[in-house]
């Protein structure tokens, strides 16, 4: 299958991305809407149709380097049907298609150069009572695809939470919807440990 072809046919839906090469390479660069699972020598392919039963069993596959063929047998042994193995992410870029990414980004960084990120704070309300980033956009995780609309693409967005877990997800869903935006590493926790500045919401 051509890259480009393969390109729509996961734009439409028609079918799956997986990517299975080790976390930090997938957080990097990815192909947007690629669903981060690294191989594993133990039982993964098992552990992915489990974990994925209702996604689509047509699947793109991004592997390591000389992994490409041990990931298309074991979901193939699993109920998917391997439709492409793509080694990496270099000639997707050749071909002129997008990749995302997302960093984590200390939070003394973050404050040091405030003026040139907009928070979003992706708590639940009840968690915004133990602390907020003064001026941050506080917008559930929930409802960040409702918020996307009302996103200026010219900025920056550094995205916290409590632990830094869920911030991490957001700035991913984020990036791959063509918006910059980095996770801020520890959350709130850490920001308030760390005796950076923080204020509780009057409403």
Known sequence: ???????EKLQSGEVGLIDARETEQFLNEHIPGSLCAPYSPYSWGRSISR???DYPKNVLVV???GLG????????ENGFQVLAVIEGVEEW??????VSGVQE?????????LDEWEVIDVREPYEW????????????????PDALGRLDRNKKYAVVCQHGNRSLSA???????????VSIAGGMERWIAEDLPYEFPED
């Open 1 to 7: 299958m051509e890259l480009k072809e393969a390109w």
């Open 51 to 53: 974990y994925l039963r």
């Open 63 to 65: 592997a390591g380097k």
């Open 69 to 76: 063929e041990k990931v298309r047998k074991e979901l193939e």
């Open 93 to 98: 870029k050749r071909s002129g298609l997008p």
């Open 105 to 113: 980004v200390e939070p003394e960084r973050i404050m040091e150069n």
């Open 129 to 144: 009572n133990y602390g907020v980033i003064p001026k941050a956009l506080r917008i559930p995780m929930n409802d960040l």
């Open 171 to 181: 700035a991913l869903f984020l990036a791959d919807n063509g918006i910059r935006a």
